[in-house]
């Protein structure tokens, strides 16, 4: 995993309510466990008509959207089930963070997890975001704050544990990996084995 200290972009709005993993990626995209090329199926169904061709309304077609890393939804995103695949498919489309008034807390995991960083924002700064689409936003995860395009700058809550994996560019596998010769010297020390 790469260290995901600051990302700076513009953003795209799509302020739909409880949007749910299956609109995220639908099931029928499920059957592998590579995360690469899920991104050609985020929002399938509303991104695509039947046929495949694009619905040339929908905003992640829109030209204003090329090139945007940050996605600002609408409250409640990433309820349903706990596809991981949804956030696979969010980071192989080129989306690096998710800001919404309120994300699901098996997404919100899964996403810290992944180098998704989701941030969860109040009704006004959200109502700013949505009112201002394709503004340029930057967000520190070290210092977890999202600064607007105004220069305020908003904190946002994020676990500490998660923080530092990210900024450092580690998942939770190498995190215990790190710590190989204080774990084998606390085990030296147990009277007992398992």
Known sequence: MQPVRRITSRTVVL???????????????????????????????????????????????????????????????????????????????????????????????????????PVVVDDATHAALVGTAGSEVSIDIAGATLRLADGSEIAFAIDAFARYCLVEGIDELGFLQNHGDEIAAFEGHRNWKP
């Open 15 to 117: 302020p739909t309510t409880d949007v749910d993993t299956d609109q995220i990626i639908p099931a029928r995209f499920l059957t592998t466990t590579s995360r690469d090329g899920l991104g050609q199926h985020l929002f399938q169904d509303w991104r695509f008509r039947a046929d495949g061709s694009k619905k040339e309304d929908f905003v992640l077609n829109e030209d204003t959207a090329s090139g945007c890393e940050v996605l600002v939804a609408g409250h409640n995103f990433g309820c349903g089930s706990s596809r991981e695949h949804a956030i696979w498919a969010l980071l192989d489309y080129g989306i690096r963070a998710v800001i919404s008034t309120k994300i699901a807390d098996i997404f919100r995991s899964n996403a810290l997890k992944n180098g998704l960083i």
